[in-house]
C-alpha cells in the first residue's frame, strides 16, 4: 500500500531548486512528502557569482566539483533526494549576436534523448506532482528553456508504454506546474514596503525593466513562509553562486513572510480539475493509494490544460 504522495522538481542547475520553490520543497518534506530534486546538467559553464570567491584557486580549478558540493549541502538543508540528469552546461551566450552554443550542450541535445533520460526518473522515482518551468524559462537561458521543453515531453511520454519501454514501466505524473516565484506582483510587494519603512529597494532597476511585463495566471498559493529561513540557507550553500550582500537578502526576512508568505505556482497539465485557487501542489489526488491507482490506471485524460490559456 503506498504510503507516501511524490513530488518531483526539474531544475537546469545546481542552485535553482533553491531559489525556485526551496521552501515549499522543505515544507512538503516536513509534512511526510517524498521529494526528488533533478538537476539537468552540472553547472560547469556557471560564472563565480560571489564577489569573495571570484579569485578562490580551487573554484577557478574545478568549480564542477565545488557545485556538486554545494549541490549537496544544499540537499541536505532541504531534505530532498537528488538526482543529476547528466547533460552538459550550455552557458548563457552572450554578445551581439550571441555565439552558438557549444556542441554537446544540453539546449542541442536531440529531445528523444533527453526525453528519454527524464522518463527513466519518473518510472523510478513515481512522482504524483512535477515542478518545471514556463515556456519563457522563466529567464531566457537555453538550458532552463530546454528544461522547460524536456520536462513537459517527458510528463506526455512516461505514462505511455509504447514509448521508451526500455526505460521502465509506465508511470503517469497527474499534475505538471510551472514556478512562479519572480512574479512582477510580488517584486512589486517588497518594493512598496522596503519603500514605506524608509529602506532602500533593490528592485528599482527591475521594475524599471519590468514596464511593459504581463503576469502569468497564478493558480497555487502555498503557504511556506515558515521554511523562508531555510530557502535562504540552502540557497546561501551555493556559495559560488550566491552574493550573501546582493538582492535575494535585501528585503528582511520578517517583513518577506509579513508581505507575501507563499510560493506560487501556474498550473500547466493536470489529469484533475484545478479549481480557481489551489493552497496545495495535491489538491484533488487523494490519499496516496488513490493517486498512485490513478497515475497507473492507462486511461486518463486531461483535465486542465493551461497552456491554452498562456498562449
Not at 503506498?2 to 531544475?11: P, S, Y
Not at 537561458?141 to 521543453?149: A, L, S, V
Amino acid at each position: 500500500m503506498e504510503q507516501t504522495l511524490r513530488l518531483m522538481a526539474v531544475h537546469a542547475h545546481p542552485d535553482d531548486e533553491s531559489s525556485k520553490g526551496a521552501a515549499t520543497m522543505a515544507k512538503y518534506v516536513a509534512d511526510g512528502v517524498e521529494v526528488l530534486v533533478v538537476s539537468c546538467t552540472d553547472g560547469e559553464r556557471g560564472d563565480v557569482l560571489n564577489p569573495a570567491l571570484k579569485n578562490d584557486p580551487e573554484i577557478l580549478r574545478n568549480l564542477p566539483e565545488v557545485r556538486r558540493r554545494e549541490m549537496a549541502k544544499a540537499q541536505q538543508i532541504l531534505g530532498v533526494r537528488h538526482i543529476w540528469l547528466g547533460f552538459v552546461d550550455s552557458g548563457l551566450p552572450e554578445g551581439d549576436p550571441p555565439p552558438p552554443l557549444p556542441e554537446g550542450c544540453f539546449a542541442l541535445e536531440p529531445l528523444e534523448v533527453t526525453t528519454e533520460a527524464l522518463v527513466r526518473v519518473i518510472r523510478d522515482f513515481r512522482p504524483h506532482v512535477m515542478t518545471t518551468y514556463d515556456e519563457s524559462g522563466g529567464y531566457p537561458h537555453p538550458d532552463h528553456i530546454m528544461c522547460h521543453t524536456v520536462s513537459m515531453s517527458a510528463f506526455a511520454a512516461a505514462g505511455d508504454q509504447g514509448a521508451y519501454e526500455q526505460a521502465g514501466q509506465a508511470w503517469q505524473p497527474l499534475k505538471i506546474y510551472y514556478n512562479q516565484t519572480l512574479t512582477k506582483a510580488r517584486i512589486m510587494a517588497y518594493h512598496d514596503a522596503m519603500e514605506a519603512a524608509g529602506l532602500e529597494s533593490p528592485y528599482s532597476e527591475w521594475i524599471a525593466r519590468w514596464a511593459d511585463r504581463g503576469e502569468r495566471a497564478i493558480t497555487t498559493k502555498i503557504e511556506c513562509a515558515d521554511y523562508f529561513a531555510l530557502r535562504d540557507q540552502a540557497l546561501l550553500a551555493h556559495a559560488t553562486q550566491v552574493d550573501p550582500d546582493g538582492t535575494w537578502f535585501k528585503v528582511p526576512l520578517r517583513m518577506q513572510q509579513q508581505i507575501w508568505p507563499t510560493e506560487d505556482f501556474e498550473a500547466a497539465l493536470s489529469y484533475v480539475p484545478i479549481p480557481a485557487l489551489e493552497s496545495d501542489l495535491f489538491a484533488g489526488l487523494g490519499t496516496p493509494e488513490q493517486a498512485s491507482a490513478l497515475a497507473t490506471s492507462g486511461d486518463l485524460q486531461i483535465a486542465y490544460d493551461g497552456r491554452k490559456e498562456a498562449r
